[in-house]
């Protein structure tokens, strides 16, 4: 008997032990989501924080972060049985970020100083503002398009739908606390956002997308071969692993780096460039640096964005964060309500055109929809292809910005709409085939 209980104790103390090294090697990274989150939805939405707290971080292991927020100094402390202490905190037209390792009254002194416009949306037609026509193009059935909206809430925990057909018409709907203002983190649609911000660069001259990527830190091995283009791609062969469910390249990075261009830079090429495809959120985050590097201004690439493309599109919700460094987290982090994700859809609808201007080059959505070569016909310029993914049966023209949770812009060029789908879809509850299938039925 002493024998059995003497095994018993062993293998519960071995259970504790590795239980334990399990918990606080992952802490500093659900202690940063929890944190980051937070902070980000407290301080750019209107949200309470128990309903952020009940929707958003209800999942295993992330609600075992223990979050105060300091609403005088906009902050949030994140952590776990008192340790791995995350601290998000938010600067003004810049968002949220972890601080890490950095300074806090450094950080603390980035600001974006660009002014929002327009400056009167409520007296401009959409899509630069908010006013809406009152009448219905003859080809659009609305007891069927409303019907196709409501289905959207039935399943899936859908928080916003904007259908938008060319620039003329525009239905929405949403679910209770959410509503035109709510801004929405659309998490990897940030991607597409990243490639716009590009593609103004390359139209004003300042990129070449088929140079090699002017990262100095690659001038002297294998890396110096990488071209712009691979990045765009996701084809650089940079070795990166996209894992969020454990300690990976991208949970370290996100979570856990103050920098995380520098930490995706700094990975070793383990295949030639433009050989293997592989989705690689450092990668897009090496675009955002460059991005800053070419424009070689901090006020200036914090500006950017506001400046060259959502004051210009009308997406005056539209907020773009920064990691602690300043360099703007392409990858994942932008906020903006359903309304300006639909705008940005607009604008490729539009081939990169907006009230007359052309913002983008003008082969550059016909380059971003070109697949890149090794992904199987899923992936063009950070936008997903829907003749790869088949996500949507019947309609290979499709293409979209896919983001965590579920979040879509879809953009049709055949039937001229924009449709965009906000929520949480954790385990596919949500069937965006039969949605889209829906809201195209009812346009004749």
């Known amino acids: 008997m002493k024998k059995i209980k003497y095994i018993i104790l062993i293998v519960l103390a071995a259970i504790l032990l590795f239980g334990g090294d399990y918990f606080f090697s992952r802490a500093p990274i659900f202690t940063g989501y929890a944190a980051k989150d937070l902070a980000s939805w407290t301080f750019l939405t209107k949200r309470s924080p128990d309903s952020i707290q009940k929707h958003d971080l209800n999942f295993f292991p ?71 026509r009152q009448n219905t193009p003859d080809n659009i059935d609305l007891k069927k398009l409303n019907a196709a909206l409501d289905s959207a809430f039935n399943k899936g925990n859908t928080r916003a739908v904007v259908v938008a057909y060319d620039t003329l018409f525009m239905a929405e709907k949403y679910a209770p606390g959410f509503n035109k203002t709510t801004r929405i983190l659309g998490w990897s649609m940030s991607k597409s956002i990243t490639s716009a911000l590009i593609g103004i660069l390359v139209k004003n001259g300042k990129l070449n997308v088929k140079a090699p990527a002017p990262i100095k830190e690659w001038a002297h091995d294998a890396r110096k071969n990488i071209r712009l283009e691979d990045l765009l791609h996701q084809s650089s062969g940079l070795k990166w692993v996209e894992d969020y469910s454990t300690i990976s390249d991208v949970t370290v990075m996100l979570y856990e780096k103050a920098n995380m261009a520098e930490f995706a830079i700094n990975k070793p090429a383990i295949y030639p460039p433009d050989s293997v495809w592989y989705y690689s959120s450092g990668t897009t985050n090496i675009i ?7 424009i070689g201004d901090n006020q200036k690439y914090w500006n950017f964005p506001r400046k060259v493309l959502f004051n210009k599109l009308g997406m005056r919700s539209a907020v773009l964060e920064t990691d602690a460094s300043g360099n703007f987290v392409g ?104 949605f889209v299938h829906l809201i195209v039925s009812a346009f004749k």
């Not at 791995?84 to 972890?98: D, I, M, N, S, W």
């Open 331 to 434: 990858s994942s982090y932008t906020f903006a309500t359903p309304r300006d994700w639909a705008r940005f859809g607009l604008f490729y609808l539009q081939n990169g055109k907006w009230r007359g201007e052309q913002i983008l080059p003008v082969n550059w959505v016909k380059y971003t929809t070109t697949p890149a070569k090794k992904s199987k016909n899923q992936y063009g310029v950070q936008f997903w292809l829907n003749k790869g993914t088949h996500e949507i049966k019947g309609y290979p023209d499709i293409y979209y910005c896919d983001g965590f949770h579920g979040q879509r812009v879809f953009i049709i060029p055949s039937k001229k709409l924009v449709i965009v789908r906000m929520g949480l879809n954790d385990h596919g509850e949500f069937d965006f085939n039969k």
């Open 288 to 294: 955002s640096e460059i991005i800053r590097r070419t």
């Open 62 to 132: 992330v609600n075992l972060s223990h979050n105060v927020i300091n609403y005088k100094n906009k902050q949030v402390t994140g952590t776990f049985l008192g340790f791995a202490k995350q601290v998000a905190v938010y600067r003004e037209g810049l968002g949220c970020t972890l601080l890490a390792d950095a300074n806090l009254e450094k950080v603390m002194k980035q600001k974006m100083t660009e002014p929002v416009k327009p400056e009167n949306p409520d007296s401009i037609f959409w899509p630069m503002g908010s006013k809406l």
